[in-house]
């Protein structure tokens, strides 16, 4: 069997669903299925039993779980205390949006206990401009929402999944509602991020549309989190965020509602092509193997 095979089989062990298996490893279903069916018959033996509901492990399927998870917890053991020795000591800079560093603990835990000669620092970003630092060097990755489609930057794992919340004012028809939905962004205006992030990548995050097609109007313009937070404020707009920026801020005259028909947004580790390294790849390492935090 090979180590890819083994990795589909554990994760559809876990999962027990063939779209989210084929989503957290980055493969195709079909993938999933082949590699799946493929070693039924080289063993002989049924795995998972499928029905049109659910996805389940035979007995013989949670034996061959426990056996393999415990091989490949030794491979990645011996090869990271490998890997460790030849990286030596350095510090990978880490860009996020505001207080998501804490919701990836796990993560640069689990990365310092692998290779504990490697620091990870955070560094903040702003959604008007967050790609710059990775283009100068500033940072070495930034974990960013996606889609993120440019040609000089490599998108590793996914890190973390969230919902989205709308920040509205606090004297606001909305705030007594306790959610909103995308279509109450015709009805307000957004606040306008300027010309450094992509438009499709900003619209991924504020549509300039709504579901129904209405217009969604834009402008005051702000570059900072807290730009953004003073501007709700003040009643001059509502504004579409990560779900975490609710967690970490209760600021004064700003209400954070659910956005109920939102997509759950997909944050993925993200780094300069050309700076690509043996650091950045065994921190991606880590983020595949840990799996998405579900925030």
């Given at each position: ?5 083994i ?45 049109s ?134 009805d ?40 953004i937070?003073?501007?709700v ?41 050309a ?11 880590t ?9």
């Amino acid at each position: 069997m090979e180590l890819r095979d083994i990795e589909i089989f554990l994760t559809l062990a876990e999962e027990l669903h063939f779209g989210r298996t084929a989503e957290r490893l980055g493969v195709s279903q079909a993938r999933v299925s082949q590699a799946v069916g493929r070693q039924e018959r080289r063993l002989g033996v049924v795995l998972f039993d499928r029905t049109s509901r659910r996805v389940t492990l035979t007995p013989v399927g949670r034996r061959l779980r426990e056996d393999l998870q415990q091989a490949l917890d030794l491979l990645r053991a011996g090869l990271a205390r490998a890997e460790a020795a030849g990286l030596g000591s350095q510090t990978l800079r880490l860009g996020v949006f505001g207080h998501a560093g804490h919701e990836l603990r796990p993560l640069v835990d689990a990365f310092r206990t692998r290779h504990p000669g490697i620091d990870v620092r955070f560094g903040e970003i702003n959604g008007s401009d967050p790609f710059t630092a990775l283009r100068t060097g500033d940072h070495d990755a930034h974990v960013l929402w996606l889609p993120v489609a440019e040609p000089d930057l490599t998108v590793g794992p996914v890190v973390f999944t969230a919902g989205r919340v709308l920040a509205v004012p606090a004297d606001h028809p909305l705030a007594g509602r306790g959610t909103a939905s995308l279509e109450d962004l015709a009805d307000n205006h957004v606040v306008d991020l300027g010309p450094d992030a992509p438009a499709y990548w900003v619209e991924s995050m504020v549509p300039t549309r709504t579901p129904l097609g209405r217009r969604v109007p834009r402008g005051p313009a702000a570059r900072t989190f807290h730009e953004i937070l003073s501007l709700v404020a003040a009643g001059d707009c509502v504004h579409p965020l990560g779900e975490v920026a609710a967690r970490y801020n209760n600021p004064p005259g700003v209400v954070f509602l659910p956005l109920r028909d939102a997509p759950v947004l997909r944050w993925a580790l993200t780094w300069r092509s050309a700076a690509d390294g043996p650091a950045l790849r065994a921190l991606a390492r880590t983020a595949a193997d840990l799996g998405p935090i579900t925030l």
